[in-house]
């Protein structure tokens, strides 16, 4: 069965230094999501993305953050310049279609520590 | 806005004792619900969707407009069902829709 891929798994950077997560989609879906989940907290949303264009975001998703699907298959989430709250679990998620048809298939993550 | 609400972080039964898992909604327009499930080191996954009407895994969820819940239940719960338990919400219109979830809750059935 298709999945939703994440790499890296884990990814420790200095404060202020740019990381790139990255996330291959399922292969027919046309939506794709990125959330986080700080250590205790609940899963937030940051952005969807659809016809190469951001579809939603919400606070979070500020300057820092930026979302680009640079060839076929990948999905990329860049945090520009991090800080040290931008330590979360980062989850990526695809669907097939939106609305009634859109069952988000999440990957495994990417746990992010900024020291 | 839209608000998921989990009132149990934590949640123990014994195995082949009935389960409900709670989850209460606060959204102007007309949601969609589901639940997803995240067994230990595995990632995310659907378990029901409202509109789907289906039982998984023994599980059922009805949505009740009136009470703004969409409660989880399970009549008879296994070993196999502890996991930690998220109730989500997206708007029912639109395209891109993103998920509001709620804290989660982290069910333990015991031997």
């Known amino acids: 069965e298709p999945e939703v891929t994440q790499t890296p798994s884990h990814q420790v950077t200095q404060m202020g230094q740019e990381v790139i997560l990255r996330c291959v989609p399922i292969?027919?879906?046309?939506?794709f999501y990125w959330y986080r989940q700080i250590l205790g907290q609940k899963v937030e949303f940051l952005v969807s993305?659809?016809?190469?264009?951001?579809?939603?975001k919400s606070e979070i998703f500020d300057d820092q953050f930026s979302v680009e699907r640079p060839d076929g298959s990948n999905f990329t989430l860049k945090i520009r310049s991090t800080k040290l709250e931008d330590s979360a679990m980062y989850f990526c998620?695809?669907?097939?279609?939106?609305?009634?048809?859109?069952?988000?298939?999440f990957g495994p993550g990417t746990r992010l520590l900024v020291l | 806005a839209q608000r998921v609400t989990q009132p149990e972080k934590l949640l123990s039964v014994f195995k082949g004792a009935p389960v409900e898992l709670k989850c209460n909604y606060s959204?102007?327009?007309?949601?969609?619900l589901f639940w997803y499930v995240q067994y230990s080191r595995q990632r995310l996954q659907l378990l029901l969707r409202?509109?789907s009407r289906e039982s998984i895994k023994g599980f059922t969820a009805d949505l009740n407009k009136g009470e703004t819940s969409f409660h989880l239940k399970k009549p008879f719960a296994q070993e196999e069902d502890s996991a930690m338990y998220y109730c989500?919400?997206?708007?029912?219109?639109?395209?891109?829709?993103?998920?509001?979830f709620g804290s989660g809750t982290q069910l333990t059935v015991l031997p």
């Open positions: 998620a695809s669907s097939e279609g939106g609305g009634r048809q859109g069952t988000q298939y």
């Open positions: 292969s027919n879906h046309l939506y």
């Open positions: 993305f659809y016809n190469n264009e951001i579809s939603e």
């Open positions: 959204y102007s327009g007309s949601p969609e």
């Open positions: 409202h509109i």
């Open positions: 989500a919400l997206s708007p029912f219109s639109g395209s891109a829709r993103h998920l509001t």
